[in-house]
């Protein structure tokens, strides 16, 4: 069978290329999204290679935090049945996670919200709080951090961040490793091609 020009796999999630009839239709259609979400980022890939590494447990309550385009959610909503929660500041991305979330059949919950009005209340409903290259403004690196230290408080077991070593996630990986005795591990893949970067674990308890 011959390859779909129209979309690219890797790590059995299937996403659109920038000539997919249907994302090139939603552009035409949507608000064009801010805060960069308006396309797909290489931490998202990642996130799926550090997880296939470390598998989430079945059924995990997954906050997928400053989603994007939503890859990171979707895989873990994909490959361990995780109840999964896109929650973006910006309200224009969803249509687009949706329209992935279709294509590979999962269903996500959107909220929308900034990292700083989620309260230890709201975290301490999830298992895991993932994160894929949303450091990328030293002020948004500052929401992330005090977002960690609210998380720790709720009691979520993991937390997940990665990154392609941008400068303020890399202040923000120095001070979860003194702080929270994170882990900063170097990762690197090559689906859907060559992405380096860090995975920052927390383990909380």
């Known amino acids: 069978m011959p ?3 129209h979309v690219r796999e890797a790590y059995g999630i299937v996403s659109p290329t920038s000539r997919n009839p249907a994302l090139r239709r939603l552009k035409n259609s949507q608000s064009t999204p801010s ?3 308006n396309k797909l980022w290489g931490a998202c890939y990642l996130m799926m290679e550090y997880l296939e590494q470390a598998p989430l447990p079945q059924g995990a309550r997954v906050l997928d935090a400053g989603c994007g385009w939503g890859l990171g959610g979707i895989y873990c909503a994909k490959q361990f049945d995780a109840q999964v929660t896109a929650m973006d500041a910006d309200p224009a991305v969803f ?3 949706q329209l992935l979330a279709e294509q590979n ?6 909220h929308v919200a900034r990292f700083d009005e989620l309260t230890v209340e709201d975290l301490s409903k999830f298992d895991v709080v993932i994160g894929a290259d949303i450091c990328f403004w030293d002020a948004l ?5 005090e977002m960690i230290d609210r998380a720790i408080e709720a009691g979520v077991p993991k937390i997940i961040l990665t990154d392609p070593q941008r400068p ?11 702080e929270h005795f ?10 859907p091609r060559r992405f380096t970067g860090t995975a920052l674990v927390i383990e909380n308890g």
């Open 141 to 145: 690196a500052d929401d992330v951090s």
């Open 95 to 97: 249509p687009y996670l």
């Open 35 to 37: 805060i960069h979400g």
């Open 3 to 5: 390859k779909n020009p």
């Open 105 to 110: 059949g999962v269903a996500i919950t959107n």
């Open 182 to 191: 994170a882990e900063a591990l170097q990762i690197e893949t090559e689906q």
């Open 168 to 178: 303020p996630f890399n202040a923000l990986a120095d001070r979860c490793v003194e």
